[in-house]
């Protein structure tokens, strides 16, 4: 932490005052100094003029006599009076305060606001002539002055009022409680939220919109309206988000117990949103890409990803707004949780193996590198800059995993007692992660206490395992080690309790030697005995991804072969397969000899199997990608992973031609069929193509071609041009035209057609990006848009490190100007420079200078700040 202030210090350009770049500590948290317990806001609704008055009851908290300090950013106060007369104010740096005499005031305040002019997207802004708001993490302040933290909780009441043709909708928080009309054509609402709830969580909307509305019935027999607002034309895109809501009502109900609590339950879709969706209390908005889909227009991903998010938000009215976080370092404790509760919704209503092995690449391909970078910080961070720079992979999805790998130590009966004791002794506060952690120690009555580190120590830990089998005694020694990298900040690291579900397996019958136990490894290197092992034993370790950790294993000839064909567990039999891929990758990226022939014949028996299903084969052929290939090796040659990447699938490609043309072929589904099944066998048939087409472009682009011309699916037609968009052939330009024709006034298709392009696998890729982004479609105001381009082709690890630094100078010059609008989804786009050191000299050096190129920008925002001078450091 200390080291952040002085990197801050010390990077700071001179144009930026250095108390913007000030360091938030997690052990300098204090309860709040006054509590808010009511708020009543009223808004003057206009796009380019909004007038907000707040009126606040504040009470002091605790015996002391500082003043009342009321959070603001790029806000002035119009008027402000204590108990209804002018008061003494004063302003802090954008901070309002107060000193009052009393422990009780009511505090009014007005401000002004240009919803219009807010290209921040955070408090309230204007998107295609609505009016919405984002308030997580520090946006309220924004919108009115107030104590901005989630442990300040306040009951809210809203009156909102503006044109009546321009804004016919008005919605907020809670239950509408009085609606009338107003002079000179305007009207107005008036809403209330029962529920005590942090400023976070406020919402307002005001638009021409539509409802699709259904009712869901709850367990205790209550009807809870639901409505999904869109603009009108969108209508018939949101049945999949309704149907999506009502099964993730009725999923949390049957799995945690969970009831919904009001009688109202509104989305609303917006097309310019930072993030994916967000959770204020019975008023969620979306990104408008996790809200709309049919089949013409939204791939089997979108569907599940929309599925998901769904789910994910509507999760959050338990773990997040009825028991929210105490401050921002809490942030797992909501969204960890909420993630393992949406992977857990998305594995029951589809298929758990393939929505683990999904899981786990996401970890690898983003955590794992973030945890190896200058970016590493713990689940629960110890320091921030900017707040919003920490939604981060590990908060998220390393958060899940550690609630996952709870789960799996105590048992799902255990684990519920623990989520059931967490939700009702902390209903309506503002709690911690070890507070959560106490929850399901006292409602399993098991001491987990030894698993606390994994909140607060960074780094993947790096397991070894080494079989020993001793014929002569029927009994084999597992040898564990453990061992996890400095991070920074934290030199030294100690132990972790790692625990792997492992069994031993007979290479000769395939058969589990014994029932899976499983290993908890908590010292820095342990033994482990396995008896009435009677024949030569296969090692089957971390199965299901018990723990998100890497495992390096020692293996015996033909060992991942076997195990690629016999071991039961999925993941397991995923992993196998994809370490002897890995395996030849990393050979050919050195330059050494790399034997192909396993990974084809593992890859023929997969897709020989009776037994396993389309969407498991697909996930389980699929080759690993450049940027996880290059965590393997000691310095990064993008050019000869991408090299020795191409060589394997040309190899597979060449190699089971005949096996591949029946996996694409296979045939039967409705492009409207979206069972499991279905969708399964739509991906084999994309990543069957992709492999043909490696072995022979030209066969595999006239295939590609007939599939983009026969589709009546979007999965099936951005498939097939996602692979002509890495071809030399002439089909490749004409189906882009055609795609574009076809899909141009749809804003979320044609960010498919961007990103495609971004991610193509072509030498020219850096030309082409640079010419999209001056097309007329392209704008950097958009989020979507902007990632859509940029955030792909940051992605896309061959052309992004394009020798010539023509790529990294791209990004660049991109980020810069969108932190000028739009700071926080600028930063998101850093991590890929984040990893320089790694990269082979010539390139290192290129991206180190594009770093600091960054940092010298006169008027950086602290978010990007932050990125890149931890990056640099
Ligand atoms: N609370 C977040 C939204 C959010 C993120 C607000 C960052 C402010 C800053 C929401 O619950 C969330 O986590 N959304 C995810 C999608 C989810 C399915 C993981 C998102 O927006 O990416
Ligand atoms: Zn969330």
């Known amino acids: 932490m200390a080291d952040i202030r002085t990197t801050a210090a010390v990077a700071a350009p001179e144009t930026q005052p250095s108390t913007e770049h000030v360091a938030i500590r997690r052990e300098d948290y204090r309860p709040p100094d006054w509590l808010v317990p009511e708020i009543s806001l009223d808004f003057q609704l206009d796009a380019d003029r909004t007038i907000v008055r707040g009126t606040l009851q504040v009470e002091r908290n605790g015996d002391h006599d500082r003043p009342l300090r009321l959070d603001g950013d790029e806000i002035a106060a119009l008027s402000v009076k204590v108990d209804g007369a002018d008061a003494d104010w004063r302003m802090d740096g954008p901070a309002l305060v107060i000193d009052l005499a009393g422990d009780r005031a009511t505090i009014e305040t007005e401000v002004e606001i240009s919803p219009a002019a807010n290209t921040k997207l955070m408090g309230l802004y204007a998107s295609g002539g609505m009016l919405c708001t984002q308030c997580e993490a520090e946006g309220f302040r924004r919108i009115t002055f107030f104590p901005d933290r989630p442990d300040v909780l306040s009951k809210y009441h809203v009156r909102m009022e503006g044109n009546a043709t321009l804004f016919p909708v008005l919605l907020s928080n809670g239950n509408r409680i009085a609606l009338g009309d107003a002079a000179e054509g305007r009207h107005w609402a008036e809403w209330q939220d029962p529920f005590p709830k942090p400023s976070y969580l406020f919402a307002l909307v005001a638009g021409d919109l539509e409802a699709n509305r259904d009712s869901f019935t709850t367990m205790s027999g209550r009807q809870v309206d ?36 009001l009688d109202l339950f509104n989305i609303v879709a917006v097309s310019d949103f930072n993030m994916g969706a967000m959770e204020n209390k019975s008023l969620n908005i979306f990104n408008s890409a996790y809200v709309l889909a049919d089949q013409d227009t939204a791939t089997d991903a979108d569907f599940d990803n929309i599925a998901r998010v769904v789910a994910h938000e509507y999760f959050h009215n338990w773990s997040g707004d009825r028991v929210t976080c105490r401050d921002w370092f809490q942030l797992s404790l909501k969204e960890g949780f909420t993630v393992f509760r949406d992977q857990s919704f998305s594995a029951d209503v589809g298929s758990p193996p393939v929505k683990r092995i999904e899981d786990v690449r996401v970890l690898r391909a983003v955590q794992f590198p973030e945890d190896a970078g200058p970016l590493a910080h713990p689940v629960r961070p110890d320091s921030y800059i900017e707040i919003g720079n920490f939604y981060t992979a590990t908060v998220y999805n390393k958060g ?21 004791l967490y939700f009702s002794r902390h209903d309506g506060e503002a709690a911690t992660c070890d507070d959560f952690v106490k929850a399901l120690e006292d409602g399993s ?46 030199p030294v690291k100690a132990p972790m309790p790692i625990p792997l579900r492992t069994v031993l397996i007979g290479a000769e019958s395939g058969a589990e030697l014994a029932p899976e136990r499983l290993i908890v490894l908590d010292e820095p290197r342990q033994s482990v005995r396995f008896d009435n092992v009677s024949e030569l034993p296969l090692l089957s370790i971390n199965r299901g991804f018990s723990v998100p950790v890497v495992v390096k294993a020692e293996r015996r000839p033909g060992e991942l072969e076997r195990l690629a064909q016999t071991d039961p567990e999925p993941f397991a039999r995923y992993e ?20 192909s022939a396993p990974v084809v014949a593992a890859v023929a028996a997969t897709l020989q199997s009776n037994s396993l299903d389309p969407a498991f084969k697909a996930e389980a052929i699929l080759i690993p990608g450049d940027s996880m290939i290059a965590e393997r090796m000691d310095e990064v040659d993008p050019d000869a ?41 739509r991906r084999l048939r994309t990543v069957a193509l992709g492999l043909l087409a490696a072995g022979d472009p030209q066969q595999g682009a006239a295939l590609a071609k007939a599939q983009f011309d026969r589709a009546d699916n979007m999965t099936d037609r951005q498939g097939a041009l996602g692979i002509l968009a890495s071809l030399d052939v002439p089909e490749r330009q004409a ?22 392009q971004a991610a193509a696998q072509r030498s020219d890729t850096v030309d082409q990006v640079l010419r999209l982004a001056a097309h007329p479609d392209f704008t950097i105001s958009n ?3 902007l990632r859509s381009l940029a955030g792909t082709f940051g992605g896309n690890h061959w052309a992004f490190h394009s020798p010539d630094g023509r790529g990294y100078a791209f990004l660049a010059d991109i980020l810069l100007d969108a932190d000028k609008l739009n700071p926080q989804v600028a930063a998101r786009l850093v991590p890929a420079f984040g990893r320089w050191r790694r990269f082979e000299p010539k390139r290192a050096e ?16 602290k978010d990007v700040f932050e990125q890149v001078s931890k990056s640099l450091a």
């Open 576 to 595: 196998a397969i994809q370490e002897l891929m890995m395996r030849a990758l990393v050979a050919g990226a050195r330059g050494e000899a790399a034997d």
């Open 641 to 681: 992973i991408h090299a020795s990447r191409e060589s394997l699938r040309e190899a597979i490609g060449t190699g089971l031609s005949g096996a591949l043309l029946g996996a694409h072929r296979s045939d039967g589904v409705e492009g409207h069929d979206l069972s499991p099944r279905a969708k399964g066998i």
């Open 445 to 490: 009555g098991v001491d987990l206490s030894a698993f606390k580190i994994w909140y607060s120590q960074a780094g993947t830990p790096k397991v070894t395992a080494r079989l020993e089998h001793d014929a002569a005694a029927n009994a084999a020694t597992l040898h564990l080690e453990q061992k996890v990298d400095p991070t920074p900040g934290q």
């Open 783 to 785: 989020p979507n848009r």
């Open 846 to 861: 290129l991206m180190r200078q594009t770093l600091e190129r960054i940092v010298a920008a006169p008027g950086l925002s």
């Open 735 to 756: 189906a882009l035209d055609a795609f574009y024709e076809r899909f141009q006034d749809d804003p979320l298709v044609l960010d498919k057609w961007f990103a495609l």
């Open 400 to 420: 899940a995993e550690v609630i996952r790998m709870l789960a799996t130590v105590l048992g799902p009966e255990k684990f519920r007692a623990g989520t059931d």
């Open 226 to 261: 639901l409505a999904i607002w869109v603009r009108s034309s969108d209508l018939p895109k949101t049945q999949h988000a309704m149907d999506s809501l009502k099964l993730a009502m009725a999923w949390d109900e049957r799995v945690y117990g969970r009831e919904y609590d």
